[in-house]
């Protein structure tokens, strides 16, 4: 649905500058995503560490003609035929757009909020109720104060039944989303830690979600949960409730029997007097709730049982992550079958434009029929066609009826096909040479057998690395910052294991300031894989200035010896002011100049013109200990000393830095002007050693299964004897993939379906044994070696070490797989 700029204004109460006429149908907050510039309405959010207003010349200059702002620029002469409408808060604005917008729809809206499954809740009703109407959903988590308006704005004449998801960080933030969602049917899936450090405790927490729900005709919630039955009868509010019961008789919705087997669980209730049951193809404790919450909204909107049971027994498990893997052929696949609507469609290739604006690789994507979108096909496709064309996609392969029919709207190299399987026949996909290969593609087409021929399949053990929990745990310390202070980012030793490019481009994404890296080689592989940022060589050789100088990468200085040769090379170079970081040591005696060479460093600085200092910074040594804080504190007075020195003798600012991960969130006083995170940015607090948002996981898979009698070995040398009869499970991973030998004979465990499984007898260079005796599990189950529910540092206690050399020491051959919720 287009608006006019004229109602748009008038919505907004803006003061418009500019009177050209246009039609918005697209709303805009990240310049990046830039898709359909003449029918894009931008929003200059301003942020803590960001302003909108730096993107609005680049923007018109790629054809944007209409901005929201607080701000009008001073040249605003050269905006020819150009709509600024001026308002007090962009934010403010948007949300205050989305909300007008939503009163245009009379229709059931269903509001979704909690701490974890809102996701799972949100697509398994889409799967239960989209047969019967056409839904605007959320597209994957767009949950927060800027996801939830871009979501609600999606909703147009065909929407029949809106589904959005709202998540909150800190007290005060609901009202706002309850007024853009205005649902009607509120369901609150549970309440856990996430954010908390927000909220003074899970009750406020819980009662500032329930604000979602005040003006709600009807509240779906678990009535066995204490927490949430109490806040919900403390909001006085007056909707109907449906708080479904195990234990409750009296509950309108009583749960009488759950059975697991193992292919699934069956489930037998009793709503209004009636007894009914269903079957979900799943068996852990969260799927059971979501679907008993799924189900409360159904009965509500009067989907008969019948029907419920037949597409429970249907439901397909959500996959929530946008996945890059490596593909054979020297492809690069993104995975994203999530859902297949336009507006999932537009997201992930936006993401693949991304991976790919500064590489030559060719950009494929793989599409089915995006199916029940309420739209015309005629329309649909029309539109899909300028989404493919405006995001530099090179080569369709289309699968579907649909598809076939619109194949003339597709102006790029393309090949169509009714079904998947023809597709996989024809021989098509083993063509793919060095390309972007983006798969989308609806359940019903079982896309994941296309990822299966296409992916590149080296080992049975996987790193997975979340992007959102690296971008969640880079916001949690930038909120600990002033707003000018900037930040550099390690990227060293492959981003401490996770994979350096992708870290990087997803640092870059979120424009931070710097990113360091050990050494010159490290920096120029990220430039070669297209990484723009400022980047700084911690450990720069001497033998690699050429390839500093080439790529742009900006060495630490931490000696006299290591300046005169880094001059030298640049002058031999016809380099000049080549920009340099001064190291100073104040304490740890490793590197660095000493305080008092300052003067001398400063002398010898003026007597050359080819490099010139950026920044200043020395290393704290004990910012994670209370031990160390007088020893610390002498360490940043020495420091702030030498980096006046410095500074005195040159007019340019020279960016001073001493606080690591530790150090920003335990001295805020010495911020100066940057900081530098580590590995609080991979989910560890070096301080408490608790986990903050964890991105990785490895798991693997096990090989075999043997029944092994009591007094029997396992493994070399004879270690793992064993006491009982046992089953001992092989797992294809080693010492030669990072698993430490000493976890080995009983030392440690990993997790398998959730329990506890001790590494039996030593652990082997490619294969090691666990024993499963007491776990219900086969062969081809998965096993945890560390993650969310078995943190990293459960290791190195057990090791007697640090998180660092367990993230580090995951080898090469494990195969990387990224994903973004």
Known sequence: MSSSIEE?????????????????????????????????????????????????????????????????????????????????????????????????????????????????????????????????????????????????????????????????????????????????????????????????????????????????????????????????????????????????????????????????????????????EYRIPFIDDASIENSLNCLAVALYLMVSP??????????????????????????????????????????????????????????????????????????????????????????????????????????????????????????????????????????????????????????????????????????????????????????????????????????????????????????????KAGIGSSIIIMNPELTAFKTMFDYKLEPEVYSFHLLEELIKAAEREGVSNFPIHIKIDTGMHRLGFAPDEMPRLVDRLHRQSAVIPRSVFSHLVGSDSERFDSFTRRQIETFEKAAAALQSGFSHKILRHICNTAGIERYPGAQFDMVRLGIGLYGIDPFTNRILHNISTLKTTILQIHDVPADETVGYSRKGVLERDSRIAAIPIGYADGLNRHLGNGHGYCLVNGKKAPYVGNICMDVCMIDVTDIDCKEGDKAVIFGDELPVTVLSDLLDTIPYEILTSVSNRVKRVYYQD
């Open 8 to 276: 748009i204004a008038s919505v907004l109460g803006a003061e418009r500058f500019g009177n050209s006429e246009g039609r918005i149908d697209w709303i805009l907050t990240d310049s990046r995503s830039l898709c359909f510039p003449e029918e894009t309405l931008f929003f200059a959010l301003k942020t803590k560490r960001n302003d909108g207003h730096k993107y609005i010349r680049d923007l018109y200059n790629k054809g944007v003609r209409n901005f929201v702002v607080t701000d009008i620029p001073e040249d605003l002469a050269h905006y020819r035929h150009t709509n600024f409408l001026k308002v007090g808060n962009t934010l403010k604005a948007l949300q205050k757009l989305a909300a007008r917008h939503r009163e245009q729809f009379q229709v059931p809206v269903i509001g979704i909020t909690g701490s974890n499954g809102k996701t799972v809740v949100k697509e398994w009703l889409y799967q239960l109720l989209s047969p019967e109407k056409v839904i605007t959903r959320s597209p994957r988590s767009y949950n927060s104060q800027i996801g939830v308006p871009l979501s609600v704005w999606l909703m147009n004449e065909h929407t029949e039944l809106g589904i959005f998801e709202a998540g909150i960080s800190e007290m005060g933030e609901m009202e706002s989303l309850q007024h853009i969602i205005q649902p009607t049917i509120g369901v609150i899936t549970n309440i856990g830690g996430a954010h908390q450090e927000n909220f003074p405790s899970l009750q406020d927490k819980c009662m500032e979600k329930l604000q979602l729900f005040k003006d709600c005709d009807v509240i779906v919630y678990n009535g066995d949960n204490e927490l949430i039955s109490s806040c919900v009868s403390k909001s006085l509010f007056t909707s109907r409730e449906i708080a479904w019961s195990m234990k409750d008789n009296e509950r309108p919705l009583f749960i009488e029997h759950i059975e697991k087997d193992g292919s699934g669980t069956t489930i037998k209730y009793r709503y209004l007097g009636f007894f009914k």
């Open 306 to 527: 019948e029907d419920i049971a037949a597409r429970m027994e249907k439901l397909e498990p959500v996959a929530m992550r946008l996945e890059v893997k490596e593909g054979k052929n020297g492809c690069v696949l993104i995975n994203d079958s999530y859902n297949s609507d336009f507006a999932s469609l537009d997201i992930a290739l936006d993401f693949m434009s991304r991976r790919t604006e500064d590489k030559k690789r060719h950009r494929t994507l793989i599409l089915s029929d995006i199916l029940e979108s309420g739209q015309p096909n005629k329309l649909l496709y029309r539109q899909v066609a300028d989404l493919v064309h405006s995001r530099g996609v090179d080569r369709i392969i289309g699968v579907g009826e649909g598809l076939m029919e619109a194949a003339s709207r597709f102006e790029v190299e393309k090949t169509f096909f009714r079904t998947t399987a023809e597709l996989i026949e024809s021989g098509v996909l083993s063509s793919l040479r060095n390309e972007v290969v983006l798969i989308k593609g609806a359940r019903a087409f079982h896309f994941d057998e296309i990822t299966d021929l296409l992916e590149l399949k080296v080992h049975e053990t996987i790193l997975e690395i979340n992007l959102n929990a690296l971008v969640d745990n880079l916001n949690y310390y930038r909120n600990k910052l002033k707003p000018e202070t900037k930040m550099v980012c390690m990227v060293k030793a492959s981003a401490y294991g996770a994979g350096s490019f992708e870290i990087a481009k997803t640092l870059e994404d979120h424009r931070v300031d710097y990113l360091a890296v050990a050494v010159a080689d490290e920096g120029a592989d990220l430039r």
